[in-house]
């Protein structure tokens, strides 16, 4: 069919027409082969669509004739059922009262008899003796009870008879002790030396120490008796004691050992 067309309406052969008639024919030639090839075009085009969206429409179809699902009335609730009120229960019967009991039989009292009285028995009649007369002593026993007394009584006189004193043995009293003292004589009895670190610290106090100081004057044994407080000022005082000489106690002018407290005063402003 185009091939026809080309044939029979190619300007070229028409006898007659002019070159500008010919080029407005030529246009009007392929004017008209467009507007049948888009024709064409558009009925292949249409008619492809109709059988490619033909299974998308059963499809549809079938989706569109799906039953839809039954939804099923729900159930009426059944009505429950009221309570039937249950019977009141019946007053319990009062009790009945109780008798009241009845009072005891009162106990016959019997009133005593009377006693007959007792008459009274005849008192019996007492023979009075007569009168005893007291025996008096014989001379036999009147001596000796004369002696009997005598005997007694210089018993008596002998135990109250002062004894004879003898002469009293004369207590002797020791004589009385004299106590120690220091050796006044220079160099003896050198005082303790002050620590220098107690008095750095600020350190002071009294030490008394325990002597025993024998008949010689020298210190035998010495101990802190009651500390300063500080060590260092406590082993001061015993390590100067030990040094000292004392004049030694007496009794009865004889020399003895004794024991002595000696008190050592630390101070810093002394």
Do not use: C
């Amino acid at each position: 069919m185009k091939a026809h067309l080309h044939q029979h309406t190619d300007p070229s052969r028409l006898p007659g027409l002019s070159r500008g008639n010919s080029i407005l024919l030529l246009g009007l030639v392929i004017g008209l082969h467009g507007v049948v090839l888009y024709a064409l075009l558009r009925s292949e085009s249409i008619s492809q669509p109709a059988q490619v969206s033909a299974p998308e429409a059963v499809m549809l179809g079938t989706l569109l004739t799906q039953p839809s699902p039954v939804i099923e009335p729900e159930p009426t609730p059944e009505p429950t059922p009221e309570p039937t009120p249950e019977p009141t229960p019946e007053p319990a019967p009062a009790p009945a009262p109780e008798p009241e009991p009845k009072p005891a039989p009162k106990p016959a009292i019997t009133e005593p008899k009377a006693k007959p009285e007792a008459k009274p028995l005849p008192r019996p009649t007492v023979k009075k003796s007569p009168p005893q007369t007291k025996a008096r002593p014989t001379n036999k026993a009147v001596e000796s009870l004369a002696t009997v007394q005598h005997s007694l009584s210089d018993s008596s006189q002998a135990e109250k008879a002062p004894t004879i004193a003898t002469n009293p043995v004369p207590v002797q009293t020791p004589p009385p002790v004299v106590q120690p003292r220091l050796d006044a004589r220079a160099g003896n009895n050198p005082p303790p030396d002050y620590p220098r670190a107690a008095r750095k610290r600020g350190q002071e106090g009294t030490v008394v120490l325990s002597l025993v100081i024998g008949a010689d004057g020298s210190v035998q044994d010495v101990s802190v008796k009651r500390s300063s407080g500080y060590p260092l000022l406590d082993q001061s005082a015993v390590k100067a004691i030990r040094r000292w000489h004392f004049h030694p106690a007496t009794q009865g002018g004889k020399a003895i050992s004794w024991n002595y407290l000696q008190p050592i005063k630390f101070s810093l402003t002394d």
